[in-house]
């Protein structure tokens, strides 16, 4: 619960430009209901916006309660739901935050789901079995698909606020357990897909080491990221985790959502503009043989009768299409206009 309406303002606008491309990171910011739509309305294309809570009921007798579809009216992307907060002060069960989480879905939004242990628990040895009880009962009736969307994040309950945090090795080992129940329910597959996060005082002089955690796949950040200079940090961090031999080994793909489906496509020029500045963003937080290596795609409309011009400019290395390569002809025809390119 921090930021008036006016503060919040500041501190997209200092943020905004600044977070690394949505390509390589998803920078979140997850506000009060009250100031989530003057949010959305100023977010940047590398960033998205978040809610910290729900109900799931659709609409009724819940005074002071916000369903999935008013959050949904707001355009945010994402809802936190089951943080220690709230399952602690506010008594939310595993029961209700269940039906929360298939609200969400049912609204188009991205759960970040929380769970943890408490002292007690860990000190005698209860950690696995609450993470266990938790996931299991949390994720009950959601198909693999939903799952895969999900975001987990451990946050143990001793480490919130508390400036005390679990070593990179113990948070390392949990987000591993909860990766592990993930699998027993749903498969190898859908555990590595979903993105499973640590959350516990998280500070600018521990990001590091724990993103370089092979179970971490982000950060939920309270208080610490309230500055926006360390918001910046931290997201930037956030890439940390990848060795510069799995960055160059990697495709990013950039797609403008209003080209996506549309019929429009962007500018060939401006398109390569845009995947040179994601390529310069790889070279800062890696290595110029990274940013070289790397392989940049440009997918929104894509069609034969563009790919020859898209493909001609220098820093776009390839294309990522859709419903324009669904026949035999038009694939065919894309990758021979590709090839006149190439050759």
């Not at 506000?31 to 294309?45: D, S, T, Y």
């Not at 209700?96 to 007690?120: D, R």
């Not at 069609?303 to 694939?331: C, R, V, Y």
């Amino acid at each position: 619960m921090f930021k008036t309406r006016d503060e919040a303002l500041e501190f997209i606008y200092k943020v905004n430009n600044q977070v690394p491309s949505i390509d390589l990171v998803d920078s979140v910011i997850c506000a009060p209901f009250i100031n989530l739509r003057c949010l959305v309305k100023r977010q940047g294309e590398n960033l998205r916006i978040g809610a910290q809570n729900m109900h799931y009921a659709k609409e009724g007798a819940f005074t002071g309660e916000i369903s999935g579809s008013m959050l949904q009216t707001t355009e945010v992307s994402y809802v936190v739901l089951g943080h220690s907060e709230r399952r602690a002060m506010f008594n939310e069960t595993d029961e209700a935050i269940n039906k929360k989480l298939h609200a969400a879905y049912e609204y188009g939004l991205t759960p970040i789901l929380c769970v943890g242990e408490s002292l007690y628990e860990r000190e005698n040895g209860l950690t696995e079995e609450l993470i266990n009880k938790q996931v299991r009962a949390d994720l009950e009736g959601l198909t693999p698909e939903q799952v895969k969307q999900l975001v987990i994040a451990y946050e143990p309950i001793w480490a919130i606020g508390t400036g005390k945090t679990a070593t990179a090795e113990m948070a390392n080992e949990t987000c591993g357990y909860v990766r592990s129940v993930v699998e027993s329910l749903y498969g190898n597959e859908v555990a590595e897909t979903i993105r499973i996060q640590y959350g516990g005082s998280v500070k600018v002089n521990n990001i590091d080491e724990l993103m370089a955690q092979p179970h971490i796949d982000g950060a939920l950040i309270g208080g610490a990221s309230l500055v926006a200079e360390d918001f910046i940090y931290f997201t930037k961090a956030a890439l940390n985790g990848l060795s510069e031999e799995e960055i160059a080994k990697s495709v990013i793909a950039y797609e403008p959502i209003w080209a996506i489906g549309t019929g429009k496509t962007c500018d060939s020029v401006e398109a390569n503009r845009v995947i040179a500045m994601i390529r310069n963003v790889v070279k800062q937080v890696s290595s110029e043989s990274a940013g070289e290596a790397i392989r940049i795609l440009y997918g929104g409309s894509v069609k034969p009768s563009t790919i020859e011009e898209q493909m001609s400019q220098s820093d776009i290395d390839g294309a990522l299409i859709g419903g324009a390569s669904l026949t035999a002809e038009s694939f065919n025809e894309i990758i021979a206009n590709t090839m006149k390119v190439s050759v």
